[in-house]
């Protein structure tokens, strides 16, 4: 898997004692990753991954894990509000618009950064993923008022087909 690390000024430490229990998916909704890389490294779009999986399997790194990357924005998972504190966010670039596919690239490169995050926090696990629109719409249903409605990583992302791919590859 080629890897690039790129730095984003967006992102904080996680509150003390929390756990890293969860993982969030999204798409950039860009034409390019060019375009989202370039968002997420300004300071003023205050919006970060902590990776993206370009079309063809390039996994950019701009958050650490152990920080708070800022990807969830107001959310609610698990019955707890503000998501970053405890997931890690993880993007495709997919224009998000119900036409363009996730590429194999993309599924295979994915699963192998959840496999290795799974391996730095045991609190993860497969079945503890979660869409953008998912943690979005909880918060909607307590804030009613509040705006912009996500819908990424979209109805093309097969959740089912990326999980089965993210179990531990078993060691001899």
């Known amino acids: 898997m080629n890897r690039v690390a790129v730095a984003s000024p967006n992102f904080n430490q996680r509150p003390a004692g ?6 969030v998916l999204h798409a ?7 375009a989202s890389i370039s968002w997420i490294k300004s ?16 996994v950019y790194v701009f958050v650490d894990p ?17 998501a970053n504190n405890f997931t ?33 926090y045991p609190s993860l696990a497969v079945e503890r993923m979660a869409s953008h629109q998912e943690i979005r719409a909880a ?7 509040s705006a912009e409605v996500k819908h990424d990583p979209g109805p093309l992302f097969d959740l089912v087909r990326f999980q089965s791919l993210c179990y531990p590859v078993p060691t001899a």
């Open 28 to 34: 950039d909704a860009a034409g390019d990753a060019k």
């Open 43 to 58: 300071k003023e779009s205050k919006v970060s991954y902590h990776a993206l999986v370009d079309r063809d399997g390039t």
């Open 18 to 23: 929390v756990d890293v229990r969860w993982i």
């Open 88 to 120: 890690l966010g993880l993007s495709f670039a997919n224009k998000c618009d119900g036409k363009e596919p996730y590429t194999d690239a993309q599924y295979d490169a994915g699963a192998e950064v959840v496999r290795e995050w799974m391996a730095l």
């Open 139 to 145: 918060w909607l249903a307590k804030h009613p008022a």
């Open 66 to 82: 152990s920080q708070r990357a800022w990807h969830a924005g107001k959310s609610i998972l698990d019955g707890i509000a503000d």
